[in-house]
């Protein structure tokens, strides 16, 4: 026996994989597009919370780390301080 890791009623669930078997290709990619969106809300959301005093460009660095890893956050952290630090020269 396979045990689910859904909370979702299992009827519920084969009604859910109905309705996005007989989608267009479209609507899958719209449906695609807004879990993604609502996942990177939430993580948004859950950074605000356990750091309530970051600015909104930590909490992004933040969410790139968690979402890309911490190779590619710190890249993105030295680019834009190389950026401000061109802005203060212009």
């Given at each position: 026996?396979?045990?689910?890791?859904?909370?979702?009623?299992?009827?519920?669930?084969?009604?859910?994989?109905?309705?996005?078997r007989h989608?267009?290709p479209?609507?899958?990619?719209?449906?695609?597009?807004?879990?993604?969106?609502?996942?990177?809300?939430?993580?948004t959301?859950?950074?605000?919370?356990?750091?309530?005093?970051?600015?909104?460009?930590?909490?992004?660095?933040?969410r790139?780390?968690q979402c890309?890893?911490?190779?590619?956050?710190?890249?993105?952290?030295?680019?834009?301080?190389?950026?401000?630090?061109?802005?203060d020269?212009?």
């Open positions: 026996m396979t045990q689910s890791l859904s909370d979702t009623n299992p009827s519920v669930s084969d009604v859910q994989f109905q309705l996005l989608a267009s479209a609507r899958r990619v719209e449906i695609a597009a807004e879990m993604s969106r609502f996942a990177l809300e939430n993580t959301f859950a950074l605000q919370r356990r750091y309530p005093h970051a600015t909104a460009s930590e909490i992004a660095l933040l790139c780390a890309y890893g911490d190779d590619i956050a710190t890249r993105v952290r030295a680019a834009l301080a190389t950026r401000a630090c061109d802005d020269v212009s």
